[in-house]
């Protein structure tokens, strides 16, 4: 059986690496290549701290094609994309097409996969923030209605695809596999512990700071929520917890252009995007990490860190349920008040799976073929 896996941003290189250690693992139990993987790397997420360095941590193969898209308009984007993935497919006539998330390159995957008649597995299926200002919601709408086999994290995924008719009585199937994402922090975390220095490098005391990280465009592309979501963490740090920040390209960007910080330069440590293996050793030492990414809350849950997410509306409810992440909007107020009160939830829930989502996700491409 031969797979086409797509994938463009940094997320989508965590959970692929996570499959791809399954698929090979799977083959060596057979003493055969069962399953080819052929990986399509769009571009969307390009240059050496955004793509190139997630590769060589995550020990993926590089990809057998990358189309080199770049960013730009989403429309332009999620066409380019969508030529490219087409040639691909019809060059190398997959069994299946895989996709993972809500990036333009997963509804350019779907699009191209259905339009040619591949059957098409979604992985990270059923989320839903029921924001539709949020282009990553139409993103994952659409590539749902359009997958073969919708393979969910969690059951509050499962039920949201119920409510929207899918419910794997027709064509498509929906199956509870679990999330991928936390098979790789149960392989990497202790990793990172042994062979990343972040701590040292950037002079920071664990359990004595917080990190932040900021990309989503209902953020960054609004002038007034950057300006007040900065208000807030200045005000955090001033008042005695360094704050560490590694600066999504976007971000930077929108930074300069509006001014975002209120006063002279605030008591930030700025960094450029780090790697995955700096990524989780800055998680599992943090204080408390606020965040505008779904991926970061569930891994500030998984390593059992409180999180602030600097959003309205989460897909990842379970952890605001829990009492480990606490949702405050840009409000900066409302933002410093949870740093200070944020501390663990509960006992955290199996709400994820039990580690082997990778593997279940094969289970279930074979099981439907």
């Known amino acids: 059986m031969k797979l086409v896996t797509i ?57 057998n094609e990358h189309l080199g898209v770049g960013s730009g308009p989403q429309g332009w984007q999620t066409g380019r994309m969508l030529t490219g993935i087409e040639e691909t497919l019809l060059r190398e006539r997959p069994d299946w097409v895989l996709i993972y998330g809500d990036t333009n390159s997963t509804l350019a995957g779907a699009l191209a996969a259905v339009k040619l008649h591949i059957p098409l597995a979604h992985v990270e299926a059923g989320l839903r923030s029921f924001n539709r200002r949020m282009a990553e919601e139409h993103n994952r709408v659409v590539s749902d209605h359009l997958s073969t086999l919708l393979l969910c994290p969690t059951r509050t995924a499962v039920e949201n695809l119920r409510r929207e008719g899918i419910d794997g009585a027709g064509s498509a199937s929906v ?97 450029d995007p780090v790697p995955y293996l700096d990524m989780l050793l800055l998680e599992k030492s943090a204080k408390v990490i606020l965040t505008d990414s779904g991926g970061v809350q569930k891994e500030a849950y998984w390593l059992g860190v409180p999180c602030v997410t600097m959003r309205d509306d989460t897909e990842w409810v379970e952890t605001v349920e829990a009492g480990w992440n606490l949702l405050v909007g840009a409000d900066p107020d409302k933002i410093v008040a949870a740093a200070h009160s944020a501390r663990p939830g509960k006992p955290r829930g199996n709400y994820y799976g039990n580690g082997h989502a990778a593997e279940q996700v094969l289970q279930s491409i074979l099981k439907f073929v």
């Open 175 to 271: 199956e509870n596999v679990g999330d991928v994402m936390y098979d790789s922090i149960l392989h990497y975390t202790g990793v990172a512990e042994k062979r990343s220095d972040v701590l040292d490098r950037l002079k920071l005391n664990p359990g004595n700071y917080g990190l932040v990280t900021i990309h989503r465009a209902e953020n960054t592309d609004d002038p007034v929520r950057l300006k007040n979501i900065f208000r807030g963490l200045e005000q955090i740090a001033r008042e005695g917890l360094p704050i560490v920040l590694p600066l999504h390209p976007r971000t930077r960007k929108m930074i300069g252009e509006n001014s975002a910080f209120a006063g002279s330069r605030p008591p930030f440590t700025l960094t």
């Open 7 to 63: 994938v463009g941003a940094r997320p989508q290189f965590v959970k692929a690496a996570a499959v791809s250690r399954a698929i090979v693992a799977r083959n060596e139990s057979l003493g055969a290549s069962a399953i080819q993987e052929f990986l399509l790397h769009t571009g969307q997420h390009y240059d050496e701290v955004m793509s190139g360095v997630f590769f060589r941590d995550l020990e993926l193969p590089e990809p």
